[in-house]
């Protein structure tokens, strides 16, 4: 995509923020609303790829897409529209200024945080994942680089629901061989390594290994290879 690129006649996509397995995060200019917003787009899938698996992906983009809409908790990205644009699906969400966990580990040379962090860090995203939760949601691929904080203090859970399309879909279903079990391996619960239905506990179970990351600077699991973690 150009970075003048225009969705809908509103979306002026503007800087290239993040890029993914399966799509790309823009940030972009509302011209209605006059205000910078983030838009998430789902790559088309080429010949190459298997046509059931790419409705399968556009299905559960389309689908998670309202589910996302539907959440209002100031500890869950907010989101704006969601359309289609050129056979290119796209979410519109708030533009969050901050860093992600993972981020902020890195930039810590993977020391611990303080205390007092991972103490609000960790209020922050269990009121958020108690919300979620209430609602019937499961976030499935929750992990340091899904967690925002903000410039202000506010902590932010990412991809709720979109999350499943992320870069190890294609790793993930090859592992189960039964449907498409989605995560990233060092924070996986059991259930979901052995393609199990899921529930919230496996949120938990995942948020429990991300706490333990910030506060010893490592996953609880950390191995290269990623057979080996799971």
Known sequence: MADTRLIQSRYRLLDLIGRGGMGEVWRARDESLGR?????????????????????????????????????????TVVHDFGEYEGVLYLVMELLEGRNLSQ?????????????????????????????????????????????????????????GIARLGADIGFTSRLTGTGIAMGTPHYMSPEQISGDAVDQRSDLYSFGCVLYEIATGAPPFDLEDAWAVL
Do not use: W
Not at 36 to 52: F, I, S
Not at 63 to 68: C, H, L, P
Not at 116 to 143: F, M
């Open 104 to 160: 902020i580990l890195e930039d810590n040379k993977q020391h611990p945080l303080p205390v007092d962090d991972v103490v609000e860090i960790a209020a922050q995203v269990s009121a958020a994942l108690a919300y979620t939760h209430e609602q019937g949601i499961v976030h499935r691929d929750l992990k340091p680089a899904n967690i925002m904080l903000l410039t202000d203090g506010t902590v932010k859970i990412c991809d709720f």
């Open 36 to 76: 910078q917003v983030a838009v998430k787009c789902l790559k088309p899938m080429g010949p190459q790829h298997d046509q059931a698996f790419t409705r399968v992906l556009r299905e559960r983009f389309r689908r998670e897409a309202r589910v996302a809409a539907a959440l209002q908790h100031r500890g869950v």
